[in-house]
């Protein structure tokens, strides 16, 4: 059935898979965008920057507002970036929901893209909804305070709501630490460190793009999102060795990698900061989520073979 899409961050890593896939089933879809855009087929596009403006979307409603758009975490911070997080995520939803008041009538659904930092965690095993919600960097508080808006404004105007709280994102060109992995493996900079079991969640961003159009009338709250199977570090790095055909520099036990890493001047210096830099205990740290909610009652079903997608995904940034 054709339904009625407001997307948002559409031009973003995971935002472009879901106007793939709404766009193939062809659905009707606007996507609120900072550069306007002129495609003759596919999405209508509404130019605004959402932390500045309120977009202007007139007076027919949809049916499924799809929230993606957002700063996305970044593995180095400061003040400037800090303030940045507030007013792009916080004050671009609040910008959103103010849009959507100017509507005839509110949205069925609304689908807002968060993310597992929320928990505060860099280690633990099977951790679902009910954790509590301890992040306290400028990107988990801006989260936390964006799921709230949405939350409360869902709840005001009976809109059915789900906040996908997503792990490490995986698909082409990926962002953040994925990215960075990929980069640094395939330029010859990685150090490796060997026996490195711990495990990690990861969902495919394909797989999220397409289960998001089947929402709508479940019950309404956050929900973690995972693949069927956590893999280790190291099944993820043999992966990506062959998916981008790149190389190790240096293989390292533990001990030498913690050693190593506390020198992050040095490391910066050689390129390598990217492979372990100050993230040697994360790295080696056990992190994943329980997605058991989301299966019962969303219908989760995640088919695509982690380890095998890994090993094919692409990079075509440099």
Known sequence: MRMKFLV????????RYILDELTREQHDVTCIVRN????????S?????LSEDIP?????????????????HIMQRSPKSDAAFISTNCIGTQHLIESLERLDQPPTCFIYISSVAVYGRDAGENIDETTPLAGNSSYAISKIKSEDIVGRWCKEHQVNYYHLRLPLVAGDDPPGNLGHLMQAIKKGKYVHIRDNDARKSVVIAEEVARFIPTLGKQPSGAYNLCCNYHPTFNEIETAILKAVDGSILLSLNKTYATWLGRFSTT????????????SIEKISSTLTFLDAKARKDLNWSPEINILE??????????
């Open 56 to 72: 202007t979307l007139g007076k027919t409603p949809f049916q499924t507002i799809i929230h993606a758009a957002g700063r996305a």
């Open 267 to 278: 490391l910066n210096k050689l390129g390598l900061r990217n492979s372990i830099g100050a």
């Open 36 to 43: 306007r855009r002129a495609d003759s087929e596919g999405p």
């Open 8 to 15: 948002t961050g559409g031009s973003g890593f995971l935002g």
């Open 309 to 318: 997608f890994l090993s094919t995904i692409k990079m075509h940034r440099q």
């Open 45 to 49: 596009y509404v130019q605004c920057d």
